[in-house]
């Protein structure tokens, strides 16, 4: 189901970068690429990306990986497969070294290195857009801004509290939308005139005519001071002599969801911001949701029987398996345990008397017998062995996992199969 009436884009090429190492999801990124890791019980990160380009009618997309792509790969070949006879794609690119013997040097050189399938597929438009954000965004609606404008390149913008706007490129535009000023990820963010609390920040997307971007991709690899990047070299280079404009998010409009909803937007690129993320599709009303079917948010197919819930707590028996305001996918076993406002990705087992609080289980977590766990994210295939308690005394766990300044507790997969 297609937000326009099925309205596809056959010039357009989407370009998704999903190549960053995701430092700050360690240790949840030490074996996958950060748009791998798991979110929302049932989904990977770059779902949603995928998703949004679906949904917005463009077909023909290109996966830039690079870091630790094994997972991710194999994520998008499992189930992302489009009908090709109708030149529909997604193809996972990995670092191909075209231009020479290095990695990728910045957002513009990884485009710039796979040149050759701009040339190929010869677009009038490309929409490069980040892989590692959890949000929805009609793109159809960017792209028809971008063309009634004129614009060379359209950027899409977010207001942003004016404290966290030191993270992202802060934008200022006159009236008409057209960027005039551009500072990547600055001490002292400049605010939106007239809101002093707010500034508008770059969300790493972006639509450029085609001729144009060959064109600006040459000249800055030619350059070799250049760290070629877009946010870093190649907007603040271009905006002063074109049409560059900004596309307000504010505008975005998904049948279907609330007002909040549509502007939800989330860089999940913290352990903090990543569990915050999750833990908000618990809400009656979430700040994403998971269940319009106006937008459907797909993934690879898993093939999991339904979850279970056993042991009832019947005739004295203090085992009862139940979960409470808890995202549970398919292949759970709660076998007499308790799961209160967590998510639990596929295949996780909780045993007898066991109790998982506020936490994310990454697929086929094993929870063993009268354990106790809060505020802990578990990475895959991790045991924890019988009567645990992990989350209550900060000091001791972080003797052994790594625990976040908010006291999150992050169990990676190097814990797996032990007696944790």
Known sequence: MLYRNSVAYPNVLGMIMAGGEGSRLHPLTKERAKPAVYFGGKYRIIDFVLNNFINSGIFKIKVLTQFKADSLIKHLTAGWNLNRMLGHYIDPVPAQMRTGKKWYQGTADAIFQNINLIEDENPDYIAVFGADHIYKMDISIMLDFHRQMGAVATIAAIPRPIKDASNFGVIEIDPSGRMIGFEEKPKNPR???????????????????????????????????????????????????????????????????????????????????????NMTLRDVMPEINLYNEHWPIRTSPAQSPPAKFVFAGQNNEKRRGEAIDSIVAGGCIISGGQVIRSVLARGVRVHSLAVVEDSILFPDVEISEKTQIRRAIIDRGVRVGPGEKIGFDLEQDAKRYFVTESGIVVLGQASRNLQV
């Open 191 to 277: 605010p939106i005139p007239g809101n002093p609390s707010m500034a508008l920040v770059s969300m790493g997307n972006y639509i450029f005519n085609k001729k144009f971007l060959v064109r600006e991709l040459f000249n800055d690899a030619s350059i070799s001071c250049s760290s070629h990047d877009f946010g870093k070299d190649i907007i603040p280079k271009i905006y002063p002599d074109y049409p560059i404009y900004i596309y307000d998010f504010t505008n975005n409009r998904i049948p279907g969801e609330t007002t909040d909803q549509n502007l939800y937007w989330e860089d999940v690129g913290t352990m903090e911001a990543y569990y915050q993320a």
